[in-house]
């Protein structure tokens, strides 16, 4: 159980980190469309890349371990409803496993601690 709590932790902590650092790229046509979409526009994205690489970083510290979980879930809550807002439901449907990876997270405790 230990081994998959840390599996998990190191994906989403990956996973965090690199749509922080895609947060400072420039967009594709089809990305821009998509925040278009959504109603984020281009100004905004670095404070989105910057908080979502803070909690990627948080997940690796047992006192942030939760927050840095939740975080993370109502990021991804918020990014189905924009999606359910905009009328794209199948994106707000591929973002459940996501949404999963951080309440399994929460579930399975902060692995690191004896």
Same mark, same amino acid.
């Given at each position: 159980?230990? /081994? ?16 922080? %650092? *895609? ?10 469309k ?8 281009q ?12 909690v990627?970083?948080?997940?690796f510290?047992?006192q ?23 009328? *794209?439901a199948?994106? /707000? ?6 949404? /999963?990876?951080p309440?399994?997270l929460? %579930? ?7």
């Amino acid at each position: 159980m230990k /081994a998959i709590s840390i599996i998990l932790l190191l994906v989403s902590a990956c996973l965090s980190i690199k749509h922080g %650092w *895609d947060a400072f790229q420039p967009l594709g046509p089809e990305q821009e469309k998509m925040m278009a979409n959504l109603g984020i526009n281009q100004a905004t994205m670095p404070y989105f890349g910057v908080f979502s690489i803070i909690v990627g970083l948080l997940l690796f510290f047992p006192q942030t371990f939760f927050i840095s979980n939740l975080l993370n879930a109502v990021t991804i809550i918020l990014i189905m409803a924009l999606s359910l807002r905009a009328g *794209d439901a199948k994106t /707000a449907l591929m973002e459940i496993p996501f949404l /999963a990876l951080p309440l399994v997270l929460i %579930w399975l405790k902060y692995p690191f601690k004896s």
